[in-house]
């Protein structure tokens, strides 16, 4: 089959959950026995979205092959199952570097060169993935970023005006917008639908599909209303009512039909609907998790977004353990020895979250030392886990100076270090150790056990190896190893290559591992990660 291109806009506001709508589309596609990628452009400048504050766009999310991309590759991921690239995220800023590089090189022979049609040249080669052509996909599904209207994201929708036309019945627009609900009224209101509609016509798009979020149930004769102001059949306006769960999405859509919708316009003949046996039993499971299980996330950022994918790999791995886990944020910067005891109180369990830089860090040891002495189950991810090793070096090995050279470049106990191949990097964006790593797992320890099972880590000379994504520049000293094994903390995950302390962990307490790298990336909705599994069997 030739490839089949299916463009995901949004109108109105942002926030409607395009990332869910495009992940779920993959979904149902997928579940058709299609070949499928999900890609996402963001018009925003920044090369990537590596070096901007979570506040700003909430987390950052890594591929494998180590892109620092939108979060939205995480809900694509974690819906499918299929894994992205450095390909799959694309911004404004990549687009203008890679054609200001080539006119820098005398490649376009002393043209002008202009938004259109160098730039949108760029963005359609980009969509058409024009580099990854032997991927033989069927479906490319690309979401833009940003609201129809907006300045910046002009160029892409004219990228998508000529694909259109290029590409005929092989392309579909997917509109998404907002139908709001007028409370004094009592009234839901489709003009701005309309309106965002006629935005989009103007630039010389028409719609296939709209997509209505709502608050409320849309009745017949509101989808019909949109369906004739908007020239759009009536079986091609489907609403998006809020779930319960995010992961509702999919068999909500298969439901109204979304799937059949797009290959009908496509041309493909619809046939029998995919029984998604597996993702249906996942949803009972998680209808079912009555029970509650009450983790702290500590770190600083006190936004939804910040830990997305932390927050997703604990819900999915509740499920799977039939609980359902309750999320509690803790600041770590109003973290003290006074108040931590209060501040834990009722938590089965704690997750000291990722970061940069020395804002909230003291709370984070605090945290650690509380959960150590205490035996809580404590699982450190990234700099979480940096805060364990210094934590122990401060308490444990009697070093009460200890900490990372992130944090301060003077202590003689730097028991966190910056990796050697990062001393001489000066660039801030894109020059972390990024991306997946092996790492060979020690026989016998928790975190074996956990990924391949209780069983399998008796039996010598069996596979041990393990690959994780990274995101980070320091690293665990290796000079204090055998101090911190002679006393209790063992380094338990090594990388084969470098030989870096990629996990750590007190064997004699109930569960308290630190990881360098990041699980939560590769934590998905038919696949929970195998250490978010066990955490949270331990926190019950
Ligand atoms: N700031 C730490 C480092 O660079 C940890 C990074 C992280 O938590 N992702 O090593």
Redesign the pocket.
């Known amino acids: 089959m030739e490839t089949k291109y299916i463009f995901v806009t949004g109108g109105v506001v942002s926030s409607l959950g395009k990332g869910i709508i495009s992940a779920s589309i993959g979904k149902l596609l997928q579940a058709r026995g299609y070949k499928v990628t999900i890609q996402k452009f963001d018009p925003y400048i920044n090369i990537d979205p590596g070096t901007l504050n979570p506040y700003e766009h909430g987390e950052c999310y890594v591929t494998a092959d180590g892109m620092e991309t939108d979060l939205d590759l995480g809900h694509y991921e974690r819906f499918t199952g299929i894994q992205t690239t450095r390909n799959n995220s694309i911004t404004t800023g990549r687009i203008y570097k890679t054609v200001i590089d080539r006119e820098r090189r005398g490649d376009y022979l002393g043209k002008t060169i202009q938004v259109v049609p160098h730039i949108t040249d760029e963005i359609k080669r980009r969509m058409l993935r024009e580099e990854e052509k032997d991927e033989q996909l069927d479906f490319v599904i690309t979401e833009v970023g940003g609201t129809i209207g907006d300045i910046e994201s002009a160029p892409f929708m004219e990228a998508i005006r000529q694909l259109r036309w290029q590409l005929g019945r092989n392309a579909v627009n997917v509109h998404l917008t907002y139908v709001p609900y007028l409370k004094a009224a009592d009234e839901l209101k489709t003009k701005p639908t309309q309106h965002s509609v006629k935005e989009l016509q103007s630039m010389g798009i028409q719609p296939d599909i709209l997509v209505l979020r709502t608050e409320r149930h849309l009745d017949d004769g509101m989808r019909m209303k949109v369906a004739s102001f908007c020239n759009v059949d009536l079986e091609c306006v489907v609403q998006s009512e809020d779930m319960p769960s995010i992961y509702e999405v999919p068999v909500n859509m298969q439901r109204q039909g979304l799937d059949a919708a797009i290959m009908r316009k496509i041309g493909i003949p619809v046939g029998e609907t995919p029984a998604m046996k597996p993702w249906h039993d996942f949803l009972d499971k998680q209808r079912n998790a009555k029970r509650e299980v009450h983790i702290g996330l500590v770190g600083k950022y006190d936004l939804q977004d910040a830990y997305k994918s932390i927050r997703e790999s604990l819900n999915l791995a509740g499920i799977y353990n039939d609980v359902k886990a309750k999320l509690h944020f803790v600041n770590s910067e109003t973290l003290t020895a006074q108040n931590v005891a209060e501040k834990l109180d009722g938590l089965a369990g704690i997750v000291i979250c990722?970061?940069?830089g020395t804002r909230g860090i003291e709370g984070k040891i605090i945290a650690a030392e509380y959960t150590r002495t205490h035996d809580i189950p404590t699982f450190g991810i990234?700099?979480g886990m940096?805060m364990m090793v210094i934590e122990f070096a401060r308490n444990v090995l009697g070093y009460k100076d200890a900490n990372s050279r992130?944090m301060d470049g003077q202590t003689p106990h730097n028991v966190i270090d910056i990796m050697e191949e990062q001393k001489s990097i000066t660039q801030m964006g894109g020059t972390?150790r990024l991306g997946a790593y092996e790492c060979e797992l020690k026989e016998g320890s928790k975190v074996y056990g956990a990924y391949f099972g209780d069983e399998r880590a008796k039996v010598k000379g069996e596979k041990n190896t393990i690959s994780e994504r990274h995101?980070?520049?320091?690293?665990f000293n290796n000079q204090y190893q055998e101090e911190y094994e002679q006393k209790g903390m063992k380094c338990v995950g090594i990388n084969p290559a470098a030989s870096l302390v990629e996990i750590v962990e007190i064997p004699e307490k109930r569960w308290y591992i630190g990881t360098q790298f990041?699980p939560e990336y590769s934590s998905s909705v038919l696949n929970p990660h195998p250490l978010f599994m066990s955490f949270v069997k331990a926190c019950l």
């Open positions: 990722p970061g940069f990234c700099l940096q992130e972390m995101r980070h520049r320091y690293e990041h």
